[in-house]
């Protein structure tokens, strides 16, 4: 683990990533602080992860305008309004579906709210990550979404999909396929896919590989 970890912290920071390791997610907010200013507007996608890391707590402990999309009582109109308010955030949070040992991020989404503030907008994207989403390549990153992350996911959101009835991707056994191909559901959640290679803007992107298993 400690060398696929030190191979891939090298790989991503020369695609001009910022890279990062911790030991376990009690070192994580921590190591966030260090990368925030106070009066930082900041907010976060749907992730597991942010979660499990004390993300949200953080970001809402008044030292920071924190744009919450999960606040108790907005209507859709206002989780719409913080989503385009994201773009000029100063920081956005996520996890990644997968990262290769070569240094690229793979992220699938369906609002494609996430892929969007990673590709474009926040000044910082800082995305926390287990060692469990480290992959040999992008064709391992393809099918970890495929067999893990889409099916787990959609079982989590209770999306009406194949995915999360067979607990694969309807596409899982077509290894040349990048995408979910034949799946027709209305609540899919695998629309837009991602892959951020080196990077034109250097450090914008700040990685955070975790010592142990995290998210989906």
Known sequence: MTETIRKTMDALRKNNMQAYFVQTKEDVVPLVRTLLSKGDTVTHGGSVTLGECGIPALLSNGDYHYLDRNAEGLTREQILDIYQKTFSADVFFTSANAITENGLLYNVDGNSNRTAAILYGPKSVIIIAGYN????DIHAAV???KTIAAPLNTQRLRCK????HTGKCIA?????SLLADGCQSPERICC???VSAQQRHKDRIKVILVGETLGY
């Open 133 to 136: 989403k480290i992959v040999p």
């Open 143 to 145: 099918n970890r979404l």
């Open 161 to 164: 999909t194949p995915c999360a």
């Open 172 to 176: 899982a056994d077509k290894p040349d």
């Open 192 to 194: 837009n896919y991602v």
